[in-house]
């Protein structure tokens, strides 16, 4: 009965390669983030989705793309991964835009 | 755009005391501010927020306080217990307007000790 669910919750791959994290939220909201915590804990935007529609897409490298196939969907695909990449990625959702997000589990992506 | 800065960093209490942490913010027509709690390995989970329209709001043990005038808020913990030990992050929403993005403080890491 997660409210909001991510995968995988670990993720150990190459330099170069590519690979994608899935959210899903069943709180019926209609904004979706995904947010990017570094190694000194701090959380920044990445990009948010109303609607399945892109409202906030950060200065995030476009090797990140997010998808919103639906609503309850936001998907992050990532190409050519890099050592800087390795982070704690956290999906969210929120009823209004901006407020009382509700957090994944977060998926800890570390480039070898 | 909205700029937060949070202090103390790290913050380290005897179980039982009071927990204080502090944030300002630039942008003044900014005009919601929520507090999250993040345990370690765990997810952020919203504790309390407050809107500009109000100078302070209590939930139990917990408590945040605007002074919209030097554009600051406060998180307030009383009797601290060892289970409120875990990095807490103020945020502010930017005006509307804009994109309005939550804004977030670097974090404040709370040791309770017992």
């Known amino acids: 009965d997660t409210a909001v669910s991510q995968t995988p919750k670990y993720l150990v791959t190459q330099m170069g390669n590519d690979k994608s994290i899935k959210c899903e939220q069943n709180l019926g909201h209609d904004t979706m983030y995904w947010y990017k915590q570094d190694s000194k804990k701090f959380l920044k935007i990445m990009f948010s989705?109303?609607?399945?529609?892109?409202?906030i897409n950060e200065t995030v490298p476009n090797r990140f793309s997010p998808k919103s196939p639906d609503k309850a969907h936001l998907n992050l695909h990532i190409n050519s991964l890099e050592l800087g990449d390795s982070a704690v990625y956290f999906c969210?959702?929120?009823?209004?835009?901006?407020?009382?997000?509700?957090f994944g589990s977060g998926t800890q992506l570390s480039v070898l | 755009g909205e700029n937060v800065e949070q202090h103390p960093s790290t913050l380290s209490v005897q179980e039982g005391d009071s927990a204080v942490i502090k944030c300002t913010y630039s942008d003044s027509a900014s005009n919601y501010f929520p507090w999250y709690k993040q345990e370690l390995g765990k997810r952020p989970q919203l504790i309390i927020d407050?809107?500009?329209?109000?100078g302070e709001k209590k939930d139990q043990r917990i408590a945040v306080t605007l002074n919209k005038t030097a554009k600051h808020f406060s998180l307030h913990i009383t009797e601290t217990q060892p289970e409120d030990s875990a990095v807490y992050f103020c945020?502010?929403?930017?005006?509307?307007?804009?994109?309005?993005?939550?804004?977030f403080g670097a974090g404040t890491r709370l040791a309770v000790h017992p």
């Open positions: 969210a959702s929120s009823k209004e835009t901006n407020e009382k997000l509700f």
């Open positions: 989705y109303n609607n399945k529609e892109l409202i």
């Open positions: 945020a502010a929403r930017e005006p509307p307007g804009g994109y309005n993005k939550l804004i």
């Open positions: 407050i809107r500009s329209n109000v």
